[in-house]
């Protein structure tokens, strides 16, 4: 079965510094895997999803996650912090072939000033 | 684009009592998911439609539970008697059509209190 932990149920940082979110996750075929953000009060966005291309991937507002098969990581990182990006990052998996995310419990990042 | 619209936003009840949650997806997507999120937890699905047919309902819990999707658009998820376990954000998505690669939208979600 898949599934997805999150060290660190809140991370602060800095406007301006490094933002690093951690995603571990388990599955007994090769995933796809995603990164959605939440705003209070609204629902889930797409960030970028890996879908066994480039493990490196791009996604929006400034947003990237590599994929590293070794260690069962795809951490979300962003190398300036604005204070807009404050928000719940959530993590998702799903096995190629299956369209079931089965979401981390998701990290709350605030940015301070 | 209209995104995934839900109502009501809002929904206060006292347990035992029933409710129902309305979900409009996007336009021309085949595939809509009702997802449940419990306060301090991921979204987890509870069932997944593509068009008005169900693929996975493994994880809604039957008793109580129950969703439609006539005509393939509109969807609607109902519980019925609500227990205090059921408090939770219940959100909508859809997507084009289903595969793996294909990005689910979210609607904003519908916040249910059960007293």
């Known amino acids: 079965a898949q599934s997805v932990t999150q060290l660190g149920s809140h991370v602060s940082v800095s406007e301006g510094a490094l933002v690093l979110l951690r995603c571990n996750y388990s599955?007994?075929?090769?995933?796809?895997l995603f990164w959605y953000v939440q705003y209070p009060n609204q629902g889930l966005q797409l960030l970028l999803k890996?879908?066994?291309?480039?493990?490196l991937v791009k996604g929006i507002n400034g947003f990237e996650a590599e994929f590293k098969k070794s260690e069962t990581s795809f951490h979300l990182t962003k190398p300036s912090a604005h204070m807009s990006d404050a928000a719940e990052y959530f993590c998702?998996?799903?096995?190629?072939?299956?369209?079931?995310?089965?979401f981390g419990k998701g990290t709350k990042l605030t940015v301070n000033p | 684009e209209a995104g995934v619209a839900q109502s009501p936003r809002y929904k206060i009840i006292e347990k035992r009592q029933s409710v129902a949650f309305w979900c409009n997806p996007i336009?021309?997507?085949?595939?809509l998911y009702w997802y449940q999120q419990i306060l301090g937890q991921g979204p987890k699905l509870l069932i997944q439609?593509?068009?008005?047919?169900?693929?996975?309902d493994s994880q809604l819990p039957k008793d109580r539970f129950s969703a439609e999707r006539l005509k393939g658009v509109d969807s609607t998820l109902k519980i019925q008697p609500a227990k205090l376990e059921d408090s939770a954000v219940y959100l909508c998505?859809?997507?084009?059509?289903?595969?793996?690669?294909?990005?689910?939208?979210f609607g904003p979600g519908t916040r249910l209190l059960v007293l």
């Open positions: 998505a859809s997507s084009l059509d289903h595969g793996t690669v294909e990005t689910q939208y």
């Open positions: 599955s007994s075929v090769p995933p796809y």
């Open positions: 890996y879908t066994s291309a480039a493990t």
């Open positions: 998702a998996v799903s096995e190629s072939g299956s369209e079931k995310l089965v």
């Open positions: 336009s021309g997507h085949a595939t």
């Open positions: 439609f593509q068009n008005n047919g169900v693929v996975d």
